[in-house]
């Protein structure tokens, strides 16, 4: 089957694959072990369970699940049925899961035992979603409103299933961004889209039209292995997953429910894996901190790669991972959920890359908002924009689409909302994303910028920057900084090794101590509550 009037389709391509190489290691979570052939065979159980009478074309099926094989094997089983997909934030509560599968127009939900009770209380308010998929974790016994997941899997068969429909290149995966400045906003992927941008990193590329050949072709032997640190509920863990298998390689997931650095070292050497997906220090430093600490019990050498995105990753880190692994290559990507690879920066033993500098992809430019581009050099501020490869746009917003995803000298473009400068040597400087800016005395203060400045300092493990409500200023720089255990925090410290770094109206005005910024498990920061953490520790006049 080598024709597709519109392109590439990952249920398609994921067939081969296993056709190609059945017996290769496709999934693992502990002991559960699944070959290439097992993944195509339960997903075709699940995506059998998923058609019904009542099931349209491009339907929507959520998953609500931790890092786990039921993750990606039903979506691969959602895109055997020709339906699209929905990632769905475990930490949601039940007004924000409502909004999300309401606006999502969800009709089918994966979840795991742990969220029976959050799906009781939300199934009356959801009323569009017919079927639920139970999956078993342990945590008590299947409700009678849902079908036991193991079930579907295990009566999946080798024939493949299609929807009557059938497959398309069109059809979407839809990416729902955090809800942290704003609603949360469904980015749509066509699969022939995101095939293509994922495939532009392979040595070896794929045609622009389906040839599922040439899929055949590539896989000599079974592809890398795989294990996403990040949560595959976010873009970061998900894309980097899809793109080890669109190679035949396969993903392990961490059996624990939260990131543990210990056991990623011990996954890595048990396993073997050769890659991984983080997001910044967030994760890198409790991994290096794991191997300064113990370092002879790990042997991560089969560990190559490196990937991270979303938030900045330090320098001082990178160089102290390579001392216990002096063959990584560490990448550090700038892109969002509505732009894939805009910018790069590869850390090696030979190479060393500076924090927040990037090199441009050949389809990424910095224009200033009348379009033109930003003059290497000048200092001038714009925003990063890609064209090429890009979501067709927000799923049900038109006006926030013509925000995000505009026409520059008839191309178009997306537009995150990334701020950076360039430098003379082309290269670019990211600075942060808009939406957190900081206005200041009249000047700009992007938070990102600052906590990375606060990080370079030996007392300080995390911090947080925001800007809070003040007479003089507008708003007043505050930082929330978490220090390393057994160090204490001195503001007037801090604010001197700020203003030794960068402007001095970038400095903070107040700096609190606190136990834990609250990252997520995707690395990023809450903005909205930690402005808040901020208010309420203000002084009292």
Known sequence: MNNSDTGWNFADLWETVADTIPDALAQQQGEVVHTWADFNRRANGIAATLISPDTAEQDKVAQYLYNSPEYLESIFAAFKAGLAVVNTNYRYAADELVYLWDNADVTAVVFHGTFVEQCEQVRERVPEVKTWLWVDDGSGDCPDWAIPYENAAQAGTDENVTGPWGRSGDHLMLLYTGGTTGMPKGVMWRQDDLFGVLDANNRKRMPPEQDLDAVTQRLGKPGPRNMPAAPLMHGTGLFNAISNLMIGGSITTMTGRHFSAEEFLDDVQLFGINSTAIVGDAFAKPILRALDAQPDRWDISTLRVIVSSGVMWSKETKDGLLQHNDRLIMVDSL???????????????????????????????????????????????????????????????????????????????????????????????????????????????????????????????????????????????????????????????????????????????????????????????????????????????
């Open 335 to 541: 892109g969002s959920s509505e732009a894939i690879g805009m910018a790069t920066n590869t850390t090696t033993s030979e190479s060393g890359g500076d924090t927040a500098r990037f090199e441009l992809g050949p389809s990424t430019r910095v224009v200033m908002e009348d379009g033109r581009d930003v003059v290497p050099g000048s200092g001038e501020l714009g925003l990063v924009a890609l064209r090429g490869r890009t979501p067709i746009g927000y799923y049900k917003d038109e006006a926030k689409s013509a925000q995000t995803f505009v026409i520059i000298d008839g191309e178009r473009y997306s537009i995150p909302g990334d701020y950076a400068t360039v430098e003379a040597d082309g290269t670019v400087s990211l600075i942060g994303r808009g939406s957190q800016c900081i206005n200041t005395g009249g000047e700009k203060v992007y938070p990102e910028e600052v906590e990375e400045c606060l990080k370079q300092h030996p007392t300080v493990a995390d911090a947080a920057v925001v800007g809070v409500p003040d007479e003089k200023w507008g708003e007043a720089i505050t930082a929330l900084v978490e220090p390393h255990v057994g160090d204490t925090i001195d503001a007037s410290v801090l604010i001197a090794h700020v203003k030794s770094k960068l402007a001095a109206y970038k400095a903070p005005k107040r700096v609190v101590s606190v136990s834990t910024v609250g990252r997520a498990a995707n690395g990023k920061l809450d903005y909205k509550q930690l402005k808040s953490d901020a208010l309420a520790s203000a002084p009292s006049d």
